[in-house]
Nanobody
Framework: QVQFEESGGGLVQPGGSLRLSCKASGSIISIWHMGWYRQARQAPRMQHELVALINGDNVTNYGDSVKGRFTISRDDVKNMVYLQMNNLKPEDTAVYYC?????????WGQGTQVTVSS
């Protein structure tokens, strides 16, 4: 089963930028929709919130809270998915994960922590 490894998180001030990377252990060509999710500590039942979505035709969709600030991309040759995050806000603080969409039980990676604070 394809597994995911996220990286690129860190501590950034409000208004700053980060680029997250997700490396898959195998081919993601067969995974039509890939998504970036986040899990905030205060989220009800620690739910994974979908923030960005990309399909195999590179059509993208974003949650309302990140629209215009985040950009998702994928490289099916390198088996990578990226999330460019600009104009970060304190409410973006969370652990970020990549996975299939809709989630059908594929194992979650360790995630990468993003903390936005002055």
């Amino acid at each position: 089963q394809v597994q995911f490894e996220e990286s690129g998180g860190g501590l950034v001030q409000p208004g700053g930028s980060l680029r997250l990377s997700c490396k898959a252990s195998g081919s993601i060509i067969s995974i039509w929709h890939m998504g970036w999710y986040r899990q905030a500590r205060q989220a009800p039942r620690m739910q994974h919130e979908l923030v960005a979505l990309i399909n195999g035709d590179n059509v993208t969709n974003y949650g309302d809270s990140v629209k215009g600030r985040f950009t998702i991309s994928r490289d099916d040759v390198k088996n990578m998915v990226y999330l460019q995050m600009n104009n970060l806000k304190p409410e973006d603080t969370a652990v970020y994960y990549c996975n299939e969409f809709p989630w059908a039980g594929r194992t979650w990676g360790q995630g990468t922590q993003v903390t936005v604070s002055s």
